[in-house]
């Protein structure tokens, strides 16, 4: 057996408030793959582990091998122990930290020092838009965007105060099919909606203007589409916000509608669970820190 390493890849949500496929935060929530060069092998431990595959299917193993492709090298064998603490198919970014695991192990395995800017091109060139990728390499609230053939990324400011409630239901959203419900268009009406929105966002982030971020999780680009399909969406946002939140929104495709504030998190939690168990939903609700760190590697 060789040197054996570990990634610790951070939870993410995407799509913040109005900054759909460009801005998203870190949550204090992680993923821990173990790997060494072996016999083939993937053991995977806490979400997914009687679901997620144990073959040469599984997308941790694919990111690892479409990453040596990238690289002009050869595929190691290699033995897995994914132990999963972010929810799948929730909207908390799970497919992203194990694209992010699977292009780290590529790197370690042929001894290329890990650098995050590559790291990040890779990550949103597999996953196609940034804001889960981003900030879960870098940690914080990020802004990503694409310009020709780079991906960019930008951090935002924010408050250590703030906490996200995160309302995660049993509900399965594939963010393929949930994609698929977007239209080609939109109106110049609702694109400036949404550049305004987004704009100030950022801007109430920045100075701590908490008055005027609940504007900012306004959105007209894809949470009325997405919704329709996600049930209770509408009376456990009001929830929150009537519990004292900030603002809510859909978590990446979702079905997780989570919550921002800085204060009274476990009233929102509370009533956010509350109102899903009288619509006879079953989840479980998250409370967590935005974390200003993002992928970790270390050798065991």
């Known amino acids: 057996m060789g040197k054996s390493f570990i990634i610790k890849v951070p939870a993410s949500s995407a799509n913040l408030g109005s900054g759909f496929d460009s801005i998203g935060l870190c949550l204090d929530i992680w993923n821990e793959v173990e790997f060494y060069e072996g016999d083939f092998s993937i053991k995977n431990l806490g979400f997914g582990e009687s679901t997620l595959s144990k073959e040469k299917n599984n997308l941790l193993y694919k990111c690892y ?127 400036v909606y949404n550049i305004s929105r987004s704009a100030l966002l950022i801007n109430a982030l920045n100075t701590n203007d908490f008055s005027k971020i609940k504007f900012g999780f306004q959105d007209r680009l894809h949470e009325q589409y997405r919704t329709t399909g996600i049930k209770g969406f509408n009376t456990i946002s009001n929830a929150a916000r009537n519990a004292g939140a900030l603002g809510s929104y859909l978590s990446g495709s979702g079905p997780t509608i989570s919550a921002i504030t800085f204060e009274k998190e476990l009233t929102i939690n509370y009533e956010m669970l509350d109102a899903a168990d009288k619509l006879g939903i079953e989840g479980e609700g998250i409370i967590c820190s935005i974390s200003k760190e993002g992928v970790k590697v270390f050798e065991k």
Do not use: C
């Not at 033995?79 to 192990?105: E, F, K």
């Open 65 to 191: 091998v479409k990453t040596n492709e990238l690289l002009g090298k050869k595929n190691t064998d290699i033995s897995i122990i994914s132990n999963n603490g972010i929810p799948i198919y929730g909207g908390l970014g799970s497919s992203s930290a194990t694209v992010i695991s699977g292009i780290i192990m590529a790197y370690k395995i042929n001894n290329i020092n890990i650098n995050k800017d590559e790291i990040y091109q890779i990550a949103a060139d597999f996953e196609g838009h940034p804001d889960n990728v981003g900030p879960a390499i870098y940690g914080g609230i990020t802004i990503g965007f694409k310009d020709l053939d780079d991906w960019h990324i930008s951090p935002v400011k924010y408050s250590d105060d703030l906490k996200i409630i995160s309302y995660v239901s049993n509900q399965k959203i594939l963010t393929s099919e949930s994609r698929n419900l977007l239209p080609n268009t939109v109106t110049r009406q609702d694109s």
